[in-house]
T-cell receptor, first 114, second 113 residues
């Protein structure tokens, strides 16, 4: 267990559904990330939050909406997704400003859009 | 922003041989270069890292080298074993400020018994 927990582990949703992915870290880190992992792009950065503020949006479609209510929790709200959005979504956390810079990953949510 | 290029994308070696994966980065402010290993069905995990104040670091069969002038760094695995088979990601970031870990595209290493 790396201290980063993602739920659910698997999710199947229709294109008209609304769902949310959750990530929680117990490491005291102040930076959190969402990555998309697919066969085409093995580790694609989506969003970065530093000190609860979004500091990076890597041209992600608006059907993905992140939320970071505090430095320990990160959500990814999903709505009207497309089949090509099916992928493994990985959350990670690390420490800003010269801290322990190792990024710790959660186990991921395997998303299937039908 | 930072751009990290990694090659090769796939690599097959015979058990016992060495494997080398190379990465280049673009941002001269990057000062921390970790390598992650992702086994099939598992999360990426850090295996070794190097900071910009050193040129080489070794941990048993794994070593990493860094050339700051050329902005490239490499992972070397000696005496490869079947359990080394995985996808390896390099990354670069500036650890002194807001962090954005930029990963390479990954190298799928297959060690043939």
């Amino acid at each position: 267990e790396t201290g980063v927990t993602q739920t659910p582990r698997h999710l199947v949703m229709g294109m008209t559904n609304k769902k949310s992915l959750k990530c929680e870290q117990h490491l005291g880190h102040n930076a959190m990330y969402w990555y998309k992992q697919s066969a085409k792009k093995p580790l694609e950065l989506m969003f970065v939050y530093n000190f609860k503020e979004q500091t990076e949006n890597n041209s992600v479609p608006s059907r993905f909406s992140p939320e970071c209510p505090n430095s320990s929790h990160l959500f990814l709200h999903l709505h009207t997704l497309q089949p090509e959005d099916s992928a493994l979504y990985l959350c990670a956390s690390s420490q800003n400003f010269g801290g322990d810079t190792e990024a710790f990953f959660g186990q991921g949510t395997r998303l299937t859009v039908v | 922003g930072e751009n990290v290029e990694q090659h090769p994308s796939t690599l097959s070696v015979q058990e016992g041989d060495s494997a080398v994966i190379k990465c280049t980065y673009s941002d001269s402010a990057s000062n921390y270069f970790p390598w992650y290993k992702q086994e099939l069905g598992k999360r990426p995990q850090l295996i070794i890292d190097i900071r910009s104040n050193v040129g080489e670091k070794k941990d048993q069969r794994i070593a990493v080298t860094l050339n700051k002038t050329a902005k490239h760094f490499s992972l070397h695995i000696t005496e490869t074993q079947p359990e080394d088979s995985a996808v390896y990601f390099c990354a670069a970031l500036n650890s002194g400020g807001y962090q954005k870990v930029t990963f390479g595209i990954g190298t799928k290493l297959q060690v043939i018994p």
